[in-house]
């Protein structure tokens, strides 16, 4: 059972480039959440998603952009990479049925370097 | 605007002494409360959580939290660690979004290192 996968585990850019990250999770899993790690910062929610279609905004949307055209799939997109964007990017994933309540389930990250 | 907040970003400690890592949360918050490990190099995973019922949640490794009302805490203790309990501990409330749903809200993390 592979979880929730991200790709691509590590990517260098140059600043004005673009680049996608694509998360899947195979476990019919209804939100998922896209956030990102700095030091001393802890997590920030960028996007997340309630269902196939539908996308919000979180904590720190500027610059990124989403979509979720299928249920196990959830695309981050940066259409002009800065250096501030220089981090690494978690995509989360967690059934409905249990509400607020829900664990979350990660993947293991995308290192992300902006040049 | 932060709904939970780590006091301490680092905590070193000896081998197998005990250990306690605060978290502290926002009373306007729903109460479900969650801590999260994450290993060097590794995703978070679920280490524990409080629902309802008994305020003392353990863990399969050792660790337990204390649902505190009063004092709007949930902190995380382990009586005596092991070296292979380095790593970045979160604490996470559901807050409330704007549309309605709940979104897992993480305090900044404290880095727990233990030494030989």
């Known amino acids: 059972n592979a979880g929730v996968t991200q790709t691509p585990k590590f990517r260098v850019l140059k600043t004005g480039q673009s680049m996608t990250l694509l998360c899947a999770q195979d476990?019919?899993?209804?939100?998922m959440y896209w956030y990102r790690q700095d030091p001393g910062m802890g997590l920030r929610l960028i996007h997340y998603s309630v269902g196939e279609g539908t996308t919000a905004k979180g904590e720190v949307p500027d610059g990124y952009n989403v979509s979720r055209l299928k249920k196990q799939n959830f695309l981050l997109g940066l259409e002009s990479a800065a250096p501030s964007q220089t981090s690494v990017y978690f995509c989360?994933?967690?059934?409905?049925?249990?509400?607020?309540?829900?664990?979350?389930?990660f993947g293991e990250g995308s290192r992300l370097t902006v040049l | 605007a932060q709904s939970v907040t780590q006091l301490d970003s680092q905590v070193p400690v000896f081998e197998e002494a005990p250990v306690e890592l605060r978290c502290n949360y926002s009373?306007?918050?729903?109460?479900?409360l969650f801590w999260y490990v994450q290993y060097p190099n590794q995703g978070l995973q679920l280490l524990l959580k409080y629902l309802s019922g008994s305020t003392l949640v353990e863990s399969i490794n050792g660790f337990e939290a204390e649902f505190n009302k009063s004092q709007t805490s949930f902190h995380l203790r382990k009586p005596s660690v092991h070296i292979s309990d380095t790593a970045e501990y979160f604490c996470?409330?559901?807050?409330?979004?704007?549309?309605?749903?709940?979104?897992?809200?993480f305090g900044r993390g404290t880095s727990l290192i233990v030494h030989p």
């Open positions: 476990m019919n899993h209804e939100y």
């Open positions: 989360a994933s967690r059934l409905t049925s249990g509400g607020s309540t829900g664990e979350l389930f």
């Open positions: 996470a409330v559901p807050a409330p979004s704007t549309g309605g749903s709940y979104i897992p809200t």
């Open positions: 009373s306007s918050v729903s109460v479900y």
